[in-house]
């Protein structure tokens, strides 16, 4: 991931319910650099944000890892919580102590992710 600050740049916002950025709240969408003001010759830092529809809006506690096993949900207070899968038919091919291991290393992973974040 590439990283940058842009200073001193005029952000024009054309949200969905929000007449301005909630502190914390994330918003989707598309963030553009308008196009340089040709007529001085310099590039005057504007930019425009037009929030989108979230492809989840509307679904409640949307999936944030999706495993075999396994799903990691975020609820609307922004935490988040595993839900096991239906689980397959033990036997030969899957003992208890496999299943329970792929279990443990699928938490394992959704939750290495979401604290990188």
Do not use: W
């Amino acid at each position: 991931m590439k990283t940058n600050t842009e200073l001193c740049i005029d952000l024009k916002t054309k949200l969905q319910n929000d007449v301005l950025m909630k502190p914390g709240k994330d918003y989707p969408g598309i963030l553009r650099r308008e196009i340089p003001n040709e007529e001085f010759g310099f590039d005057d830092g504007r930019y425009s944000f037009t929030e989108t529809i979230h492809p989840t809006a509307g679904k409640r506690n949307p999936h944030v890892f999706n495993g075999q096993y396994i799903t990691i949900t975020r609820k609307d207070d922004g935490s988040y919580r595993p839900n096991l899968k239906q689980m397959p038919e033990l036997g030969a091919k899957l003992s208890v102590d496999n299943y329970v291991f792929e279990v443990y290393r699928e938490l394992r992973q959704g939750l290495k992710v979401l604290v990188e974040e």
